[in-house]
């Protein structure tokens, strides 16, 4: 995750859950934007799309409606990880996609305990071939298992929209992640008008503070 290391600097860890309290607020941008940073720095950047609209799956170049394979078919049991992973959707970036199927995920999963650790184990298998793993999360708000999602990562990075996040419903929705052992490592601010007021921009913010870790 990105932390301080007590030397000054921050510690880049492996693996990154993006989250936002409600759908529309720029997450699935900034999981694609991070990711192809990360890779045009030389990293190898595995991107998994958990959200059900698909967009990070779009926006990486990949038709998600004729996709064969996607998270719903692998977390089901369907599909093995490398007969999903998309190779090289961009240079250095490979990606697990997403569609509207993955919805479907959650009623077929009733009664697992602990499934939000069927992501976890799969990952387990193949992270030594990544320098990082981004998750783009479904929406706190929306979604029940977006929480203990973000919980096994090793930092969440929390997107808001600074013109229509509602202050006090983002608060609670961070203050869930943390009261679950979720650890926040920044907070991403989207639409933010520039000293001209004419155009938008995207504000990064990180901090060690939070759950205390």
């Known amino acids: 995750m990105l932390s301080n290391n007590g030397k000054g600097g921050l510690v880049l860890g492996r693996t990154i859950a993006v989250a936002n309290q409600k759908g529309g607020v720029g997450k699935s941008t900034t999981a694609i934007n991070l990711s192809a940073c990360l890779a045009e720095k030389g990293k190898r ?13 779009s926006g ?40 509207v199927n993955l919805s479907g995920a959650e009623i077929e999963l009733v009664g697992i305990d602990n ?14 071939n990544y320098d990082y793993i981004i998750i ?39 203050g869930d992640v943390q009261r679950n052992g979720g ?11 520039s000293i001209e007021g004419s155009s938008y921009g995207y504000g990064y913010g990180y901090g060690g503070e939070g759950n205390g870790k």
């Open 45 to 57: 950047v595995l991107t998994i799309d958990m959200d059900p609209q698909g967009n990070t799956t």
């Open 60 to 99: 990486l170049g990949v038709d998600k409606n004729s996709v064969e394979n996607t998270l719903y078919e692998l977390l089901v049991g369907q599909s093995d990880v490398e007969k999903t992973i998309v190779k090289d959707v961009v240079e250095n970036v490979d990606l697990i996609p997403s569609n």
């Open 115 to 128: 499934k939000e650790y069927i992501l976890k184990e799969i990952t387990d298998k193949i992270k030594d």
């Open 136 to 174: 783009d999360c479904p929406p706190v708000a929306v979604a029940s298992d977006a929480i203990p999602l973000c919980n096994v990562s090793d930092g969440v990075l929390y997107v808001v929209d600074s013109k229509s996040s509602d202050k006090r419903k983002v608060k609670m929705a961070i």
């Open 183 to 193: 650890h926040v490592i920044g907070l991403v601010l989207n639409k933010v008008e």
